[in-house]
């Protein structure tokens, strides 16, 4: 049970260059989140899937693209990486109950745009 | 809108004493929950406790207790006995629970922790 896991955990881009995270979780959960976390500041949500076949936006979408793949795997493109988009970007999931459960988190991507 | 408020940038505190991480908060639905999580230098996210907005009782993990406070809107964090290995970064976080649809959490800024032998 590998939980949530993402690639690549380092990517360099210059400006322009597109790229996509992966993200694929193990545990069954329905929903599945993108977050990026800039020094200072706390995660703020990207985009998020609440199940699979539905994509909705977060605070900060501009700039990215998503697609919920399948039940598991939950992707982020950049199709024009900017200097603004260097960031820790992080996926997390989680199950489908209401309640106290938490979300769980990926190990991250560090994405650096030159 | 909500809003999750952490207004401490960086801690300190020594080993073996007691630390809180304030938390305050802002929301228009009536039911929410109050996470906490902590982020060590190596990056990943860990859940350290919860408490949801109608639990009589406030939330205790271990050396960890959540100080809730639903009129004062806060949630902070108590750490007791502080180890070094408790040196990270922590954040709040919320999430609604009848408006809020997809479970989306809102998270504050975060306070860095640094605990000292």
């Known amino acids: 049970n590998a939980g949530v896991t993402q690639t690549p955990k380092f990517q360099v881009l210059k400006t322009g260059q597109s790229m996509t995270l992966q993200c694929a979780q193990d545990?069954?959960?329905?929903?599945m989140y993108w977050y990026r976390q800039d020094p200072g500041m706390g995660l703020r949500l990207i985009y998020y899937s609440a199940s699979e076949g539905t994509t909705d936006k977060g605070e900060v979408p501009n700039g990215y693209n998503v697609s919920r793949l399948n039940k598991r795997e939950f992707s982020l493109r950049l199709e024009s990486a900017a200097p603004s988009q260097t960031s820790v970007y992080f996926c997390?999931?989680?199950?489908?109950?209401?309640?106290?459960?938490?979300?769980?988190f990926g190990p991250g991507t560090r994405l650096t745009v030159t | 809108a909500q809003k999750i408020t952490q207004t401490q940038p960086g801690m300190f505190v020594q080993e073996k004493e007691a630390v809180t991480l304030d938390c305050t908060y802002d929301?228009?639905?009536?039911?929410?929950?109050l996470f906490w999580y902590k982020q060590p230098s190596s990056g990943e996210m860990i859940f350290l406790i919860y408490?949801?907005?109608?639990?009589?009782q406030n939330a205790t993990e271990g050396r960890y207790s959540l100080n809730f406070q639903k009129a004062r809107k806060s949630a902070n964090l108590v750490i007791s006995a502080s180890q070094l290995g408790d040196s990270a970064m922590y954040f709040c976080a919320m999430r609604g629970m009848i408006y809020n649809q997809g479970g989306k959490l809102i998270f504050g800024q975060g306070t860095e922790l640094s605990v000292k032998p």
């Open positions: 929301t228009s639905d009536p039911s929410y929950g």
């Open positions: 997390a999931s989680r199950p489908p109950e209401q309640g106290s459960y938490e979300q769980y």
């Open positions: 408490q949801g907005s109608y639990d009589q």
């Open positions: 545990m069954n959960h329905n929903s």
